[in-house]
């Protein structure tokens, strides 16, 4: 599947999305004016046995003007309640944070799962969210993968196996990466306000039935509110077809993707055969679970017309998609005992410790689709990561202290200053889990600092605000101490602030460039300093820098050294995070054009292209040798 193509698709179905909302909002306007133009003209028989009719320009704008307005604030109203992102959404299904397995091996077996699927593509491990329903689903839900969340059903956790539950998670993965999962929330929030002319009718209704026998207008209120409750539910009933229309398609594609990163078929097949043999199926008994059905792995509802409401294609449809000689049978029995034993790394197998040689074209077509060597891969360094680290990156506490950790100075006075501050200032009961984390030290290695700060940034979602602002600010002394701020330092921040500056403060980058022509100077900035990053190659960085531009075809010149500062390196980037998701292909290949001009990727090099490639909101898988 082409990543940069899949977004711009997701962009587009925002489009269609928008226009039908906009076809079922005049109609409802239509109906609901002839609603009102019946009531008003059934009461005067005289005038319709004449062909007189009561009505006006007027009022048909006055009351055209209300559904809208009606319609419109119930979905802000509706997004606005979910601003929190994938967390809100799985807050509203009742679900539970998990934050660790407490000896459960069903829950290690998913934590796991996530975490090394996350770890291969290079995005923050998602949080997971356990729904208590014994029905076998799933979601991912957000606005971008800062904010994602990935929700379980029990009923998936216990009666799947490794395999299968791998095979699902890649499937909702594939939904984190294509952009569907803000589209997803938008469905929300455009459903409801849609579905607003059914409550009111409701409310009109139990309120005309309260008032029966004690006032003469009793009998209008439930005309009124039986109007209302037909005009609703006929819009819900549109509404269903547009959560259809924009939905089954991407299914498809997304079992298709669980393919791909897993490169194996079997075990999303295995998962759909084992919920076809399931007696509890999958539909969810939580009242909310409707308004996301969408978002569900399988269909979460019942429908009364299932072939043309359904939000997802038949189950033996997709079986047959990925094995096309599937005889009908599905799964039933018992699972074989859980058993998630990871393979540990060989000696320094896993990390970033050497320089490397990577092809600028697999490394591009890797974006969003990491393959089974990448999933191997991460499986191995989460078994080869000190189990002292692990654990520190899972509790909100220690998390920070992890983070503090990889900041701190070589130098003996300047680290002596650091933690004295982080004494004086750190929240409390995180400089002790620092004085643990010290005692640790010798354990890491830099290249185990991308995967704990993956493991880490969904721990530090549950921070508060004012903790956040305090990390920040602590931060910021840290880098600064020295008098100067090193790359990977920058690195961390930037990754730090991108993500949870997404959950805390809703920052989500927008497309406001279409040309790579209109991010000349960003492209520039960025372009030069990956042609300075190798301070030892045997390449001059304006020979890097000529190798990388003449990629974008546009006139780029090197910026020089001393101009760049990380305010205007913060800038570059989130300009080119901005940037139209077909142009950004060619930007990240200039970006690995460059740091390939040796021949060679440093440790800080790989560093920096992950860095860049996700700020840009394009996860690169780590480099596998």
Same mark, same amino acid.
């Given at each position: 599947?082409?990543?940069?193509?899949?977004?711009?698709?997701?962009?587009?179905?925002?489009?269609?999305?928008?226009?039908?909302?906009?076809?079922?909002?005049?109609?409802?306007?239509?109906?609901?004016?002839?609603?009102?133009?019946?009531?008003?003209?059934?009461?005067?028989?005289?005038?319709?046995?004449?062909?007189?009719?009561?009505?006006?320009?007027?009022?048909?704008?006055?009351?055209?003007?209300?559904?809208?307005?009606?319609?419109?604030?119930?979905?802000?109203?509706?997004?606005?309640?979910?601003? $929190?992102?994938?967390?809100?959404?799985?807050?509203?299904?009742? +679900?539970?944070?998990?934050?660790?397995?407490?000896?459960?091996?069903?829950?290690?077996?998913?934590?796991?799962?996530?975490?090394?699927?996350?770890?291969?593509?290079?995005?923050?491990?998602?949080?997971?969210?356990?729904?208590?329903?014994?029905?076998?689903?799933?979601?991912?839900?957000?606005?971008?993968?800062?904010?994602?969340?990935?929700?379980?059903?029990?009923?998936?956790?216990?009666?799947?196996?490794?395999?299968?539950?791998?095979?699902?998670?890649?499937?909702?993965?594939?939904?984190?990466?294509?952009?569907?999962? =803000?589209?997803?929330?938008?469905?929300?929030?455009?459903?409801?306000?849609?579905?607003?002319?059914?409550?009111?009718?409701?409310?009109?209704?139990?309120?005309?039935?309260?008032?029966?026998?004690?006032?003469?207008?009793?009998?209008?209120?439930?005309?009124?509110?039986?109007?209302? *409750?037909?005009?609703?539910?006929?819009?819900?009933?549109?509404?269903?077809?547009?959560?259809?229309?924009?939905?089954?398609? =991407?299914?498809?594609?997304?079992?298709?993707?669980?393919?791909?990163?897993? =490169?194996?078929?079997?075990?999303?097949?295995?998962?759909?055969?084992?919920?076809?043999?399931?007696?509890?199926?999958?539909?969810?008994?939580?009242?909310?679970?409707?308004?996301?059905?969408?978002?569900?792995?399988?269909?979460?509802?019942?429908?009364?017309?299932?072939?043309?409401?359904?939000?997802?294609?038949?189950?033996?449809?997709?079986?047959?998609?990925?094995?096309?000689?599937?005889?009908?049978?599905?799964?039933?029995?018992?699972?074989?005992?859980?058993?998630?034993?990871?393979?540990?790394?060989? +000696?320094?197998?896993?990390?970033?410790?050497?320089?490397?040689?990577?092809?600028?074209?697999?490394?591009?077509?890797?974006? +969003?689709?990491?393959?089974?060597?990448?999933?191997?891969?991460?499986?191995?360094?989460?078994?080869? *990561?000190?189990?002292?680290?692990?654990?520190?990156?899972?509790?909100?506490?220690?998390?920070?202290?992890?983070?503090?950790?990889?900041?701190?100075?070589?130098?003996?006075?300047?680290?002596?200053?650091?933690?004295?501050?982080?004494?004086?200032?750190?929240?409390?009961?995180?400089?002790?889990?620092?004085?643990?984390?010290?005692?640790?030290?010798?354990?890491?290695?830099?290249?185990?600092?991308?995967?704990?700060?993956?493991?880490?940034?969904?721990?530090?979602?549950?921070?508060?605000?004012?903790?956040?602002?305090?990390?920040?600010?602590?931060?910021?002394?840290?880098?600064?101490?020295?008098?100067?701020? $090193?790359?990977?330092?920058?690195?961390?921040?930037?990754?730090?602030?991108?993500?949870? $500056?997404?959950?805390?403060?809703?920052?989500?980058?927008?497309?406001?460039?279409?040309?790579?022509?209109?991010?000349?100077?960003?492209?520039?900035? *960025?372009?030069?300093?990956?042609?300075?990053?190798?301070?030892?190659?045997?390449?001059?960085?304006?020979?890097?820098?000529?190798?990388?531009?003449?990629?974008?075809?546009?006139?780029?010149?090197?910026?020089?050294?001393?101009?760049?500062?990380?305010? =205007? *390196?913060?800038?570059?980037?989130?300009?080119?995070?901005?940037?139209?998701?077909?142009?950004?292909?060619?930007?990240?290949?200039?970006?690995?054009?460059?740091?390939?001009?040796?021949?060679?990727?440093?440790?800080?090099?790989?560093?920096?292209?992950?860095?860049?490639?996700?700020?840009?909101?394009?996860?690169?898988?780590?480099?596998?040798?």
């Amino acid at each position: 599947m082409d990543f940069f193509e899949s977004q711009n698709k997701a962009r587009k179905k925002t489009t269609l999305l928008l226009f039908l909302f906009t076809l079922a909002v005049l109609s409802l306007v239509a109906l609901t004016n002839l609603l009102v133009f019946a009531l008003i003209n059934m009461q005067d028989t005289a005038g319709l046995a004449t062909g007189r009719y009561h009505y006006s320009v007027e009022i048909f704008l006055m009351i055209g003007a209300g559904v809208i307005s009606l319609i419109i604030l119930a979905s802000l109203f509706k997004l606005y309640s979910l601003k $929190g992102g994938g967390r809100a959404v799985a807050e509203m299904l009742g +679900g539970e944070l998990l934050v660790d397995a407490g000896g459960d091996l069903n829950r290690k077996k998913l934590l796991n799962v996530v975490e090394e699927m996350a770890i291969a593509s290079g995005t923050p491990v998602p949080p997971v969210y356990l729904i208590r329903e014994s029905a076998i689903n799933a979601f991912a839900a957000g606005y971008s993968p800062s904010d994602a969340v990935i929700g379980v059903t029990e009923g998936a956790m216990n009666n799947l196996t490794r395999d299968e539950l791998q095979g699902v998670i890649a499937h909702e993965f594939s939904h984190i990466f294509n952009g569907d999962m =803000r589209l997803n929330i938008r469905l929300i929030g455009v459903l409801y306000g849609i579905l607003m002319l059914a409550l009111i009718g409701r409310i009109l209704l139990q309120s005309g039935a309260h008032r029966a026998g004690r006032r003469n207008n009793s009998g209008s209120i439930v005309a009124i509110a039986v109007g209302l *409750l037909a005009i609703g539910y006929l819009g819900q009933f549109f509404g269903n077809l547009i959560k259809a229309a924009v939905s089954r398609q =991407r299914e498809y594609l997304a079992d298709a993707s669980a393919v791909q990163f897993t =490169r194996n078929p079997a075990s999303i097949a295995n998962a759909l055969k084992r919920i076809g043999g399931y007696r509890e199926g999958t539909v969810l008994k939580h009242p909310e679970s409707e308004e996301i059905s969408h978002a569900f792995f399988c269909e979460a509802v019942s429908f009364s017309f299932a072939g043309l409401m359904a939000t997802h294609p038949p189950l033996a449809k997709r079986i047959r998609r990925i094995e096309p000689g599937w005889q009908g049978d599905y799964l039933e029995g018992p699972l074989p005992a859980p058993d998630d034993n990871l393979e540990p790394a060989t +000696g320094a197998m896993g990390f970033a410790a050497a320089d490397v040689s990577i092809d600028p074209e697999k490394t591009i077509d890797n974006i +969003g689709n990491p393959d089974d060597g990448q999933v191997g891969y991460a499986r191995k360094v989460i078994g080869a *990561l000190p189990p002292t680290l692990t654990e520190a990156a899972r509790v909100p506490y220690s998390a920070r202290s992890l983070v503090y950790l990889m900041i701190l100075d070589q130098d003996k006075a300047v680290r002596e200053q650091q933690i004295e501050h982080l004494r004086q200032a750190a929240d409390l009961g995180v400089f002790e889990e620092l004085e643990k984390l010290l005692r640790a030290e010798p354990e890491f290695q830099p290249g185990m600092r991308l995967p704990l700060l993956e493991m880490a940034l969904p721990t530090l979602h549950q921070l508060s605000y004012e903790q956040y602002r305090l990390f920040l600010s602590n931060l910021d002394v840290l880098i600064r101490a020295d008098g100067r701020i $090193g790359l990977s330092e920058w690195a961390v921040r930037k990754l730090v602030t991108k993500h949870l $500056g997404e959950v805390f403060e809703g920052r989500h980058s927008k497309v406001k460039f279409n040309r790579l022509s209109q991010v000349k100077a960003p492209a520039a900035t *960025l372009l030069s300093l990956l042609a300075y990053a190798d301070r030892h190659a045997d390449i001059t960085p304006q020979k890097a820098f000529e190798l990388g531009a003449v990629e974008l075809d546009i006139d780029l010149q090197l910026v020089d050294k001393q101009s760049l500062g990380f305010t =205007r *390196l913060n800038d570059a980037l989130d300009a080119l995070a901005a940037l139209h998701p077909l142009r950004k292909p060619k930007l990240l290949k200039a970006c690995v054009r460059t740091v390939t001009a040796d021949g060679v990727v440093s440790v800080l090099e790989q560093e920096l292209l992950r860095m860049i490639a996700d700020t840009l909101e394009c996860p690169m898988p780590p480099v596998v040798t």
